[in-house]
T-cell receptor, first 112, second 115 residues
Framework: KQEVTQIPAALSVPEGENLVLNCSFT??????LQWFRQDPGKGLTSLLL?????REQTSGRLNASLDKSSGRSTLYIAASQPGDSATYLC???????????FGKGTRLSVIA | EPEVTQTPSHQVTQMGQEVILRCVPI?????FYWYRQILGQKVEFLVS??????SEKSEIFDDQFSVERPDGSNFTLKIRSTKLEDSAMYFC????WGQGAYEQYFGPGTRLTVT
C-alpha cells in the first residue's frame, strides 16, 4: 500500500530565504507526482505535476524534482515571500487507475 | 481560467440526516473525484467516476455514500444517514482523463459539520 511522507511537518523561515520541502513515497511504481498548496480552510491549488518519466518541473519560483527510483521528490521555493505561507501537499498517482495518495503536508510560515 | 466549483461552502446537519454535496467540474473534463479531509488529517480518496459510473472507490465509500451526475454539468455526493465521523472537508476534483497522466483540479471544498 502506497504511503506518502512529508518532512518537515512545519517550517518557519525569514522572507527571502530559499527552501526545500521533502516528500517520500514507498512504492516507486507511480504515474505522476503532484504538488499542491492549501491555504487554511481552503481548497487545494495545483502547483506542479511531474510525470514519472520526468526529472523536474519549474513554475516561476517553484521547482519540483522527482527521483522515482529512490521514492523522493523535493519542492524548491526560491526567494520566499510571506504570501507563500500555506500548507504544501505532495500526492502520487500509482500505476493503474488508482487515485491520488496524499502526504500530510508541510506547513510553511514565511516571516516578513 | 476554468475552475471546479462546489456548493454549499459549509453545511451543518444533524446526525442521521441525508446531505447532498454539489460540484460543477471543469467542462471538458471526463474524470471526476471526491476526496475528504478530516480536520488535521490527510486528504483521503473516496471515489472516482467516469462515463456515468464509478471507476474506483475506497473502503471509506460504503453503502451510505453515493455519487451521481444528474445532468451534463453537476456531480453530486450523497450521504444517506450522516454520522458524527462524517464531519470533514469534502473536495471535488476533475481531470481531462484518468490513468495518472493528467493534472487533477480541486474545488474549494464543502465543510460538512454533523452535530
Amino acid at each position: 500500500k502506497q504511503e506518502v511522507t512529508q518532512i518537515p511537518a512545519a517550517l518557519s523561515v525569514p522572507e527571502g530565504e530559499n527552501l526545500v520541502l521533502n516528500c517520500s513515497f514507498t512504492d516507486s511504481a507511480i504515474y505522476n507526482l503532484q504538488w499542491f498548496r492549501q491555504d487554511p480552510g481552503k481548497g487545494l491549488t495545483s502547483l506542479l505535476l511531474i510525470q514519472s518519466s520526468q526529472r523536474e518541473q519549474t513554475s516561476g519560483r517553484l521547482n519540483a524534482s522527482l527521483d522515482k527510483s529512490s521514492g523522493r521528490s523535493t519542492l524548491y521555493i526560491a526567494a520566499s515571500q510571506p504570501g507563500d505561507s500555506a500548507t504544501y501537499l505532495c500526492a502520487v498517482w500509482n500505476s493503474g487507475n488508482t487515485p491520488l495518495v496524499f502526504g500530510k503536508g508541510t506547513r510553511l510560515s514565511v516571516i516578513a | 481560467e476554468p475552475e471546479v466549483t462546489q456548493t454549499p461552502s459549509h453545511q451543518v446537519t444533524q446526525m442521521g440526516q441525508e446531505v447532498i454535496l454539489r460540484c460543477v467540474p471543469i467542462s471538458n473534463h471526463l474524470y471526476f473525484y471526491w476526496y475528504r479531509q478530516i480536520l488535521g488529517q490527510k486528504v483521503e480518496f473516496l471515489v472516482s467516476f467516469y462515463n456515468n459510473e464509478i471507476s474506483e472507490k475506497s473502503e471509506i465509500f460504503d453503502d451510505q455514500f453515493s455519487v451521481e451526475r444528474p445532468d451534463g454539468s453537476n456531480f453530486t455526493l450523497k450521504i444517506r444517514s450522516t454520522k458524527l465521523e462524517d464531519s470533514a472537508m469534502y473536495f471535488c476534483a476533475s481531470s481531462e482523463w484518468g490513468q495518472g497522466a493528467y493534472e487533477q483540479y480541486f474545488g474549494p471544498g464543502t465543510r460538512l459539520t454533523v452535530t
